[in-house]
Structure formats: C-alpha cells, structure tokens
C-alpha cells in the first residue's frame, strides 16, 4: 500500500511541476508562436493525450480483469477442496483420519500463503509446503482407493487433481501482473502529457484548481489500477473471498 501510495503522490507533485513548466515555457513562447504554429502543435498534443487515454483504459481493463479472475480463482479452490474433502467419505474408513487430518494442514497452509505476501520468502517457504503436503496428501489417497476399487471410490482422485490445479492456477495469477515497464511509460505519458497541458493553458492566466484537479484525478487513477493489481496490499481488497476458505475450513472442525 505504502509503494502505491508514494507512486501516485510522486506522480501527483510530478505532473503538478512539469504543468507549471509547460505554462512558464509558454508564457515565454507565445509571442514568437503564431497561430498556424499552434493548430499544427494541438494535433500533436492529441495524439498524445490519445495515447495516453488508451493506455490507462487497457492497463485498468486488464487490472480490474485479473482482480476479478483472483476472487473467482478462489470460489473455485474453495469449491474444490470442499468436493474432495466430501469425497473422502468413499475412501476406507482405516484411511480417512490420517487424510481428514492431511486436508485440514492442507486448507491451513493454503491460507497462510496469502497472508503475508511482502515476505516473498516466507511465501515461498509456506508454497514449498504446500507441495509437500499435496504429495502427502496423494501418496495417502492413491493407495487407499486402490484398496476398494469401486469406480465411486475412484472419483476421489479427480477431485484431488482438481484441488492441486487450482492451487497451481491461484500460484501463477498471484505472480501475473502488469509488466513494469508499462507502468514506467504510462507515468511518463502522463507527466508529458501534464507538460502540453501547461504549454495548453499558456495564454491565460495560469488556475490553479484546473492543473491540481487534473493532476489529482491521473494521480488517483494511477493509484486504483496499482491497488487492482496487488489486491493484497491497498485499499483495493480481495481478502472477503478468502472467507470461503476460512468458513470450509471452520466447517472441517
């Protein structure tokens, strides 16, 4: 939230400065710029307010895109874990306790991997641990269904494959994100594009309340598509879906 934060309150002072710049340079220019000079200037000066448009528009589409692909990324494992946990009822009833007990250190370390995402080493330690249990979990199940080969008893495993994807598939749209050097180019748009808007305004007096409400407004988009895509760290939340997981796990005993 912090870095979020300083980027847009950096890009906020930024793009208020190079407006100023801009109506300093034009005030200095405008005599020597006729006319002709500035109707050909404002088709280059849409061009690049256009560019900058269509970049915000598919970085915040994309953003919003893959903060909504996580919430249902997570009613899926949700939905997953709770068909093979109730599956386990078709396995040997020797065999059930020790995976019951597997499944709830399972739905455990699953939880904690989302809970502290600034440690990436710790992450990293909690998805090793995750593997590891998943193989626990496999190496328990496999046999057991061989034990009763019924092809009820058999749908367990599917489930199981279906519960271990899913956590793969949340693995990899936790890692997915704008690349950051569209980031670097769409906060040097937008300071460009504050320094056009500055030579813009140069033949008149310079307001205040128009250059800070653009620059707020930029700053402040910068920031939501920021909080979309690290949902675990702004205002921007995805935590609410993860009581899906918190209630089946509760439900577990």
């Excluded at 934060?5 to 890009?11: E, F, T, V, Y």
Aim: net charge negative.
């Amino acid at each position: 939230m912090l870095v979020a934060i300083s980027c847009a309150g950096g890009l906020l002072v930024g793009m208020l400065l190079f407006l100023e710049l801009g109506w300093r340079l034009g005030r200095s220019r405008r005599d020597a710029e006729g006319e002709d000079s500035r109707a050909r200037l404002g088709a280059v000066d849409g061009a690049v307010f256009g560019l900058m448009g269509l970049l915000v528009a598919f970085t915040f589409s994309a953003a919003a895109s893959r903060f909504e692909m996580r919430r249902q990324l997570i009613i899926q494992e949700a939905n997953a874990i709770g068909t093979a946990w109730l599956r386990l009822d078709l396995v040997p009833e020797s065999a059930q306790p020790a995976l019951r007990d597997l499944f709830r250190e399972y739905l455990d370390l699953r939880l904690a991997v989302y809970q502290e995402l600034s440690d990436a080493q710790a992450t990293r330690a909690r998805l090793d641990q995750v593997d590891a249990k998943q193989g626990e979990i496999w190496s328990l199940a496999v046999p057991a269904c061989r034990e009763s080969p019924d092809p009820v008893t058999a749908t367990m495993i599917p489930a199981l494959n279906e519960m271990f994807d899913i956590a793969s598939t949340r693995t990899r749209a936790m890692q997915n994100h704008t690349p950051g050097l569209i980031f670097i180019l769409m906060g040097g748009l937008m300071l460009t594009t504050s320094l056009l808007a500055g030579l813009t305004m140069a033949p008149q007096a310079r307001s205040w309340l128009h250059m800070f409400v653009f620059a707020l407004l930029l700053s402040c988009t910068m920031y939501v598509i920021l909080d979309l895509e690290y949902p675990r760290f702004g205002l921007i939340r995805i935590d609410a879906s993860d009581e899906m997981l918190v209630d089946l796990r509760e439900g577990m005993g």
